[in-house]
């Protein structure tokens, strides 16, 4: 189960530091400071009480929990006041005020935002005793870890206080259902009314009240840090998504709703097709079908000034008005990550937008929404109380399937009408669009040894999966499966667990789903087994008996290692923590050459450095042989030297430079133009953005010309990395692309000799794809599109020459190299929001590749 994997590995680290110490290796080490994705750490606050929960929150004793939270300055410049709204300042004071009235009220600093903000969860219930306390969370955690008992419990079912959990202002510029759940938890903390004391006996009511409290200060949709969180919850970049995942696995809510804006009139889901072949829809549909229809009669019915409804009179609840471009596909956004915890979810779209001149909210639309959004939230606490028996029996059985190991049944026109519970939904199941049926694997095996791309991302991509709560077992001793021998110390993922559903969702290919609707609300494909880096196999089918010889693990094999005596080494440099590694190095002054087979030679003369960088990174270095050595003395291998990125592009481009271990410096061609000296200590610049040298830009070209003939290099990505590759003489080539919003996996191939062959990768991700052609005498292809390219997601042609078909063949990535300088130009989407971690990789061999040779001594 998800612990906290990077204490853990550096604890891990530290004793082999002390090893190699003891063995005679002079070990100057210090432990790693920061997650091993490269993200900025998940800023869990401290809580009370025990580690009780299995996501790693520590999660209260009793009930209620009080503390005096840490109180804000006020600051006028908070965007929420110009709705006359709460600013996040007036969160605490509010919070301590009704937390000293009432004791069925309790708040838990669960996290902190980018810029350090604190990240409040709002228990609302009867109090609890220690004991009590006790008792529901081991009634919570049977009916995750042992749902068959738990189904049989009638004391369970009888006592359990079933948690409801709203969540609101991911976005940070839509605030009013932060308003809107304060009011309803001082209006809960003070009523008398009978039917609330009996809520609050039987149940749990969990709020969030901004899941975003940077962006809700400075009026912006994304974090502080430039990501939409609401796009994070696979990728897990940003701590505030971060701290959602820990508080679902903690909360495993009945209900999950998050509250958002802005769509012209309410919306509630559930969602329109296609649907996730991963979901158990026949317990998640009927319920959260017929609770959205009780909102949309309960908020008619309040008739609330100035709420405009349609012109049926109702909301827009997308599963029955919005046949496609609303879909529950991907597991980016919270309300279908929470449903993979066998919640019923829904994201709440509130009606009344900013003010288009300003972008803020204008006071009297804000009343409005909150208004709006209040009585969505009593609505749907009062539908889940009233059903809480039959929607905690699904969930219990959503668990039992996934425990048991059964094969998942596709709802058909033939089954569907044994689907129990409410069935307002079903006149609208279509079978052949819906959701498309899906054949599990038993297990997901990521192999050891030389069957693996990269180590590195191997043991990434197991602490990511941990993060998620999933269980993870690795090979006692070596074990052949489908005719592959995999050896001890394999990792396996049994799909018989809780959370299947999950593991196949982020370890599984996906489909086409290109001919099910015109296009995609977002990303269509995520797998971390093609996009991340490291090999992964799938094994068997469902029903297939269990992987002997197997122990589960808390935290990826300790891998660091480092020769005891003094030499040279030498290590694989094929995934994001390699890299890492060897820009510390780079960074220590170490002396290190790059082999033209990707791999990286260390002097022996910086051993001390190899022992801290094998203990911080978890990186086996092993000593040079004497091919590589004489490789080096042939002048074979590239002298590096510490590296920085000039980067054009957004946050997700500089983020993933940073998790790559570079230094980045932000560039745009206005600034260079008004201060050339900016390029100074860039080595290599990406364009992944607009480059434009018009206007009041254009002195920056001669600059970037007489800093490209210096040496230096482009990199970068797309018709911007292509243009201004091509601006300079640097490549010479025709972009085609395929419409904006086709996203997905691809197939690629990479020739031999390319730059990308040292641990090739046969897959990408693309959004939009690009490819090249008319390639000049000096352009070379490094990687091209497969013969049959789309292998999952959605990208449906609408012109004759923008679809798959005409990609096939065409390059995906080329370069130059002219007297003018160097450049590498991705067709592909290599850093889309750091999610491809094996593009990340190829990026920065290219940024290697280009850079200039380190200059002797």
């Known amino acids: 189960m998800t612990r906290s994997t990077t204490t853990h590995r550096a604890t891990q ?20 400071d920061g997650p091993p994705d490269g993200s900025r750490g998940n800023g869990n606050g401290q809580l009370p009480g025990p580690a009780t929960s299995t996501s790693g929150l520590s999660m209260p004793e009793s009930y209620p929990v009080q503390p005096a939270l840490r109180v804000f300055d006020q600051d006028p410049a908070d965007r929420s006041y110009t709705g006359d709204l709460l600013g996040y300042a007036d969160l605490a004071p509010r919070l301590n005020t009704v937390m000293s009235a009432s004791d069925r009220v309790s708040t838990q600093v669960v996290g902190q935002s ?18 009590q306390t006790t008792q529901q969370t081991r009634w919570r955690d049977l009916i995750e870890q042992d749902p068959a008992k738990a189904a049989k419990d009638a004391r369970l079912a009888r006592d359990y206080k079933t948690p409801i959990w709203f969540s609101a202002n991911i976005h940070g510029n839509e605030w009013e259902g932060t308003d809107a759940a304060l009011r309803y938890i001082e209006d809960l903390a003070a009523s008398d009314d009978p039917s609330v004391v009996e809520l609050l006996q039987n149940h749990r009511l969990y709020f969030s009240l901004t899941l975003n409290p940077d962006g809700r200060y400075l009026g912006t949709r994304a974090t502080a840090l430039g990501f939409d969180a609401n796009r994070d919850m696979v990728t897990n970049v940003t701590p505030e998504a971060r701290s959602y995942i820990e508080l679902t696995q903690a909360l495993l809510p009945l209900y999950a709703s998050d509250i958002h804006g802005y769509t012209g009139n309410l919306q509630v889901e559930p969602t329109g097709p296609p649907h996730g072949e991963n979901y158990e829809y026949d317990l998640f549909i009927p319920h959260n079908y017929a609770l ?18 349609t012109s049926a009179g109702g909301i827009k609840i997308p599963y029955r008005d919005t046949p496609s471009g609303w879909d529950d596909y991907p597991p980016i956004f919270t309300a279908q990550y929470a449903a993979y915890f066998g919640a019923l979810t829904a994201t709440v779209e509130l009606p009344l937008g900013r003010d288009r001149t300003t972008g803020l909210q204008t006071p009297g639309r804000a009343a409005v929404n909150t208004e709006v959004a209040y009585e969505v939230i009593d609505s749907t606490v009062d539908y889940v109380a009233d059903h809480d028996e039959e929607i905690l029996a699904n969930q219990i059985e959503f668990f039992r399937r996934a425990a048991a190991g059964e094969p998942k049944t596709a709802l058909t026109g033939e089954n569907i009408a044994d689907v129990p519970g409410p069935d307002q939904w079903k006149e609208l199941w279509d079978p052949a669009d819906d959701q498309d049926p899906v054949d599990l694997p038993r297990a997901y095996v990521i192999p050891a040894g030389e069957g693996q791309r990269s180590a590195s991302d191997a043991a990434s991509l197991v602490e990511q999966l941990q993060l998620h709560g999933i269980e993870v077992q690795v090979l006692n001793a070596p074990r052949t499966l489908e005719g592959t021998t995999y050896p001890a110390g394999s990792y396996v993922v049994d799909l018989h667990q809780p959370h299947r559903a999950l593991v196949n969702a982020l370890l599984d290919l996906g489909s086409d789903i290109s001919q099910k609707v015109p296009t995609m609300y977002d990303v269509s494909a995520w797998s971390y087994s093609y996009l991340w880096g490291a090999t992964v196999d799938k094994v068997g089918t469902i029903t297939d008996r269990a992987i ?25 440099v094929a995934g994001v923590t390699d890299y890492r590694a060897l820009n510390d190095l780079l960074d220590a002054d170490a002396e290190v050459w790059m082999l033209d087979d990707g791999v990286a030679v260390v002097s022996a003369d910086d051993h001390a450095t190899v022992v801290n960088a094998a203990v911080e990174h978890d990186i086996a270095f092993r000593p040079a042989d004497r ?6 003395g042939a002048g074979e291998g590239k002298a590096l030297d510490d590296l920085t990125v000039g980067v054009v592009g957004g946050a997700d481009h500089r983020t993933s430079f940073e998790q790559l271990g570079f230094e980045v410096v932000p560039l745009t061609a206005g600034g260079i133009a008004t201060d050339p000296a900016i390029l100074g200590d860039v080595d290599v610049l990406w364009v992944g953005g607009t480059f434009s040298f018009n206007g009041t830009n254009q002195p920056a070209q001669p600059v970037v010309a007489d800093w ?11 018709t911007a990395g292509l243009g201004a590759a091509a601006a300079f003489g640097l490549v010479e080539a025709t972009p085609a692309q395929g419409p904006g919003r086709a996203n997905g996996i691809v197939a690629v191939d990479t020739p031999e000799g390319s730059i990308l062959a040292p641990h090739a990768q046969e897959h990408a991700f693309v959004y939009p794809p690009v490819w ?13 599109y497969a013969t049959d390219p789309m292998l999952a997601g959605h990208w449906r042609a609408t012109t004759e020459t923008n679809g798959p078909d005409a990609a096939a063949g065409q390059a995906s990535v080329i370069s130059g190299r ?36 380190a200059a002797e001594d």
């Open 708 to 718: 490209l003939a210096d040496g230096h290099a482009i990199v970068g990505a797309g």
């Open 292 to 309: 959205a229809l009780q909102v949309e009669q309960d908020v008619v019915d309040a008739a609330i000034e100035g709420n405009p409804l």
């Open 818 to 853: 002219t007297a003018q300088g160097s450049a590498v130009v991705f067709g592909t989407s290599p850093l889309f929001r750091t999610h491809p971690k094996g593009g990340l990789s190829q990026v920065a061999q290219a940024v290697v590749w280009a850079a200039p040779e």
């Open 627 to 632: 091919a590589q050595l004489a490789a080096i």
């Open 13 to 32: 680290g530290l004793a082999l530091a002390v090893c190699l110490a003891l063995a005679g290796a002079p070990a100057a080490v210090s432990a790693p």
């Open 772 to 784: 090249f052609t008319g390639l000049g005498a000096t352009t070379t292809v490094e990687q091209s």
């Open 548 to 572: 002997p010889g197997t122990r589960t693990i808390e935290v990826p094999l300790a891998a660091g290692t480092a020769p005891k005596k003094q030499a040279a080494t030498a290590f694989d």
């Open 114 to 131: 980018t810029q350090g903000r604190d990240l409040y969860l709002v228990t609302v219930t009867a109090p609890e005793t220690r004991q």
